[in-house]
């Protein structure tokens, strides 16, 4: 199966972007939400699917991301 790679925005994200799209770092929907902080995109995500161990071209997951950029709350929900 060939992956698709798409320019993902966080408006994507709550647009009803494919779960499994990935952009060039291989990030995925969820992964975007996560970075920007965006809450909804992110539950929005996760309801429809998403991968939270999914990893991006630097190997980091959802949870990574979240940790990097200080997101408490989004940290604690991905860890539940």
Known sequence: MVERTVDLEAR?????????????????????????????????????GGDKEARDVSDWTPLHMAAHSGHLSVMQYLCE
Do not use: C, I, N, W
């Open 12 to 48: 994507d994200v709550t647009q009803g972007a494919d779960k499994d799209a990935r952009d060039v770092f291989l990030k995925r929907p969820l992964h975007l939400a996560v970075s920007e902080s965006h809450l909804s995109g992110m539950l929005y995500m996760y309801e429809q």
